[in-house]
């Protein structure tokens, strides 16, 4: 079995700029670096594209990168992030998935866009895309910043409240691929599955559903789980004997997102006992 360190951090949940984080993937890595990090994972929204660039500044700096990604998928009818963790990102079945997803955000996207037209913000979808970096997936968040850019509205959650948040006038809902479906997407590459801040919006009815499915675990610290929460899904986790993941879901330049790289992170135990869950150490 490998050692670990318990004073060794990890930070198994952040953003950049190829979905809707500010940073590029090599600003990331040298902000996790000055943060008191030593392993970073990369869980761009249903892309893989900025690891390449993540691992190889990780290699310059001395910072462990974990390959990452945060797939969308449905749970009858609601929407279940998936995290998978040391994947082959270079696996063609989920490189043909993602690609294929990519363009159902696009449509996404201009179908909000016409939705606010339609409520007399003339925002155009130009404007959006200016927002996207080139294999970005583009989402709800690229359009909020279009927004404010646009004077249409005064902050990023403001876009949520009035406009295309969950149920509102311009909400457009996503084709995700099932829960199931994301987990064995993750296998089939050669990783490890959590459902990402299952205190948000999971019932222990549907975990316990989705644990019959095949996840290999659950993320317990996240910037919206109280200390309770993390306790409960600790114990949660040790009943149904799941890895433990946790992350501060950094994004950049939304509120509180300056204090919380280096804050909400989980121990070298949990990276570790993922490996030796996949490598049999």
């Known amino acids: 079995m490998l050692k670990y ?5 990890a930070d198994l949940h952040t953003h950049t700029n190829y979905s809707d984080g500010k940073f590029t993937p090599s600003e990331l890595v040298r902000k996790a670096k000055s943060s008191g990090l030593n392993y970073l994972s990369i869980t761009d929204h249903d892309n893989v594209d900025g690891l390449d660039e993540a691992i190889e500044t990780g290699k310059e700096i001395g910072l462990e990168v974990i390959p990452g990604v945060e797939l969308s998928s449905d749970y009858k009818g609601r929407e279940v992030h998936i995290l998978g963790y040391f994947f082959d990102y270079k696996n063609p079945e989920l490189l043909e998935y993602l690609i294929s997803f990519r363009k ?8 909000i ?10 925002i155009k979808m130009d404007e959006v895309l200016d927002k996207v970096k080139g294999n970005t997936s583009i989402g709800r968040p690229h359009i909020a910043f279009a927004l404010i ?7 990023y959650y403001e876009a949520f409240v009035k406009y ?22 993750i296998s089939k590459a050669g990783g490890v599955s ?8 999971i019932r222990d009815e549907a975990l316990i559903e989705i644990i019959e499915q095949g996840i290999d675990g ?30 501060s879901d950094f994004h950049g330049g939304r509120i509180n997102d300056d204090s919380i790289l280096g804050t909400f992170w989980v121990s070298e135990q949990k990276v570790i006992a993922m490996k030796n869950r996949l490598f049999k150490t």
């Open 194 to 201: 959590f459902v990402a801040h299952p205190g948000k919006n």
């Open 218 to 247: 659950i993320e317990v610290i996240h910037p919206s789980h109280s200390p309770d929460y993390v306790t409960y899904f600790q114990d949660f986790a040790s009943q149904y004997f799941l890895l433990e993941s946790g992350g």
């Open 164 to 185: 295309i948040g969950d149920g509102k006038p311009a909400y457009e809902k996503k084709k995700n691929i099932e829960t199931k479906e994301a987990i064995k997407l």
């Open 113 to 122: 866009v016409n939705k606010l037209n339609n409520l007399k913000i003339p």
């Open 5 to 9: 360190d318990e004073n060794i951090k």
């Open 104 to 111: 159902l955000r696009l449509e996404r996207a201009e179908k």
């Open 149 to 155: 850019d646009g004077n249409y509205i005064h902050n």
